[in-house]
């Protein structure tokens, strides 16, 4: 009975400070943590997150019983973990890629856990520590990907039926009528929730690796050909009874109903093989405590190289705040030689670049008649969480808007050509950014070189130049994109000239 009173206080103790620790990160990092949970509020591809709370409390309450055989301790070496949290997020901070800094939030409060329970106790956690990751958003990034591999397994399926059918891109013509694969169809929303269940469900239901290796592929591949039977349905149906029709039934026949019926397949044909009983322990309590405890440093040696942890990461974004230069004034109306300036802007096209400190569109023709280019440019003193020149939403393709992403096109120069679709029209755009002197077009070189400006004290003001065209009788859209480069000298030349000092 003593035994378990003493054990019973050491918990409290170190538990009361565990939380503390935890409120003060989540305090120091508020706008990461309001940045992450409005994602899970307001993006339906990761409204599961919310769900993942309460499972990971779930996953350490089936642990409780082992883990009150172990004595948790104050353990210093636990504190590199808390670093390397630290020093992710100070990257991400740097590169303006809110994925590393969600990262390293969550690591650091991953860290307190051996920091201040120490490595006995943090071996019986290390499933849902581990686990916790899914709490950030991932997977946005696949859906171009995914989009033209649903296309492409539709057009097999229409091939195999002898269905004509011309594909182009993510567009999908045939005899019955015009399909899209769009963002929602690309089957992503599914996978990145199937994701976090199967990696659940393998640790839950099996207890050999090599059967939660195999049922983690056996999960991940069935949505994504699932997914692929989906889109070929949708357009059989519109055969039979209309393409209006096979919309209805698409968004609510197929959608989550359709997954739904593909989660119980999953389960009941992994069910035979599961090989660890419901009354099975998660952990062994007693085989824990036999291992290399750690040294008992005590939590007032802890606290004060932790605050320091969690104070660096915001003190290198203040430093790099204050050297913030001011935008130049652009010569937004100056176009190439042989290019005049046409009043008005396009109406029916914006790119899109929220929080800009600069956003300015104009419209060039060689005749007041004549088709024009659309010039775009968009400037950041410094970029931050909400005001990034490269991310999901951000760019020539307003998410929000009516056009859809259709295919890449040939690049012209060093910029990145894409071909947007709005129903019936067409709209190709060249994009390129500049950071501290530098002109690219890979969003992973943008985030190089802002992570290099911040660090190394270079100029960290960045921005954006997107071209965009239309097609007109007798003259291409990427071609007078083409020649508008051209005779600007080239991309490079063009955003030299457009961001000069005056």
Request: hydrophobic fraction near 50%; proline fraction near 6%; glycine fraction near 10%.
């Amino acid at each position: 009975m003593n035994v378990a009173l003493e054990t019973g206080r050491g918990w409290w103790s170190h538990l009361r400070v565990l939380i503390l620790a935890w409120m003060v990160l989540l305090a120091a990092f508020h706008r990461d943590v309001i940045h992450l949970v409005s994602l899970w509020l307001n993006s339906s591809t990761f409204n599961h997150c919310i769900l993942l709370l309460p499972v990971i409390g779930w996953l350490i309450w089936l642990r409780r019983h082992e883990l009150a055989l172990l004595t948790p301790r104050a353990w210093t070496p636990g504190l590199l973990w808390m670093a390397g949290g630290s020093m992710v997020w100070i990257v991400g901070d740097a590169a303006s890629v809110a994925m590393l800094r969600q990262i390293g939030l969550v690591v650091m409060v991953q860290g307190t856990v051996p920091a201040l329970l120490g490595p006995q106790v943090t071996r019986g956690l290390l499933f849902p520590l581990g686990y916790s990751f899914f709490l950030i958003p991932f997977g946005e990034e696949l859906v171009p990907p995914m989009q033209m591999l649903t296309a492409d397994m539709a057009m097999a399926m229409l091939r195999l039926f002898g269905i004509p059918a011309y594909i182009d891109g993510i567009f999908i013509t045939t005899p019955y009528g015009y399909f899209a694969v769009a963002e929602a169809c690309s089957g992503v929303k599914f996978l990145v929730a199937m994701a976090a269940l199967a990696v659940l469900a393998a640790h839950l239901c099996f207890k050999t690796m090599w059967r939660r290796l195999l049922f983690l592929a056996f999960a991940m591949i069935v949505p994504i050909l699932a997914n692929g039977v989906r889109a070929f349905s949708t357009i059989l149906i519109a055969e039979y009874w209309g393409t209006d029709f096979a919309a209805s039934a698409d968004h609510v026949i197929y959608g989550w109903f359709f997954f739904g019926i593909v989660i119980a397949l999953i389960g009941w044909a992994a069910y035979p093989w599961f090989d660890r009983d419901p009354e099975d322990v998660m952990i062994d309590g007693r085989r824990l405590a036999g291992f290399w405890p750690g040294k008992d440093h005590g939590l007032a040696v802890l606290a004060p190289v932790a605050l320091v942890l969690v104070l660096a990461p915001l003190a290198v974004d203040r430093i790099s705040a204050a050297r913030a230069q001011p935008l130049p004034v652009m010569a937004v109306d100056l176009g190439p030689p042989g290019w005049q300036l046409v009043e008005g802007e396009a109406t029916d096209w914006r790119p899109r670049f929220d929080g800009a400190d600069m956003l300015s569109c104009r419209r060039f023709a060689r005749s007041p008649d004549g088709p024009v280019v659309d010039r775009c440019m968009a400037g950041f003193v410094r970029q931050g969480e909400g005001r990034e020149l490269v991310g999901f939403g951000q760019g020539a393709l307003d998410p929000d808007s009516d056009w859809r992403w259709g295919r890449n096109l040939p690049a012209i120069g060093s910029g990145q050509a894409v071909r947007m679709v709005a129903g019936t029209q067409v709209r190709d755009t060249l994009t390129v950014y500049m950071i501290d002197g530098t002109v690219t077009s890979r969003p992973a070189k943008v985030k190089w070189l802002t992570l290099k400006a911040r660090l190394t004290g270079g100029d960290e003001r960045a921005y954006a130049l997107v071209l965009s065209a239309q097609p007109a009788t007798g003259d291409g859209a990427q071609d007078r994109i083409a020649r508008f480069v051209g005779d600007s000298g080239g991309l490079e030349t063009m955003v030299a000239r457009l961001t000069a000092q005056r």
